[in-house]
């Protein structure tokens, strides 16, 4: 997951928490908009933050070339 699907997710969860769109009959009667948007928002908003640090530590991250070469 990456920042972007982290965004898509915490958009489609503040739109089902404002109630913006109505979910049909069908799946309203199975599943609360109001909870699935506030799950939507957490989970986008881990999503940012974990790629965000998963970013700052590829960053930070040194590679080391060691040469060997023979005594003679």
Known sequence: MGIGLGIILLVLGLILVTG????????????AGNTLGWILVVVGALAIVLALVMNQQRTRTTHVEERRTDGL
């Open 20 to 31: 913006a769109v109505d979910l049909p009959a069908s799946i309203d009667d199975v599943v």
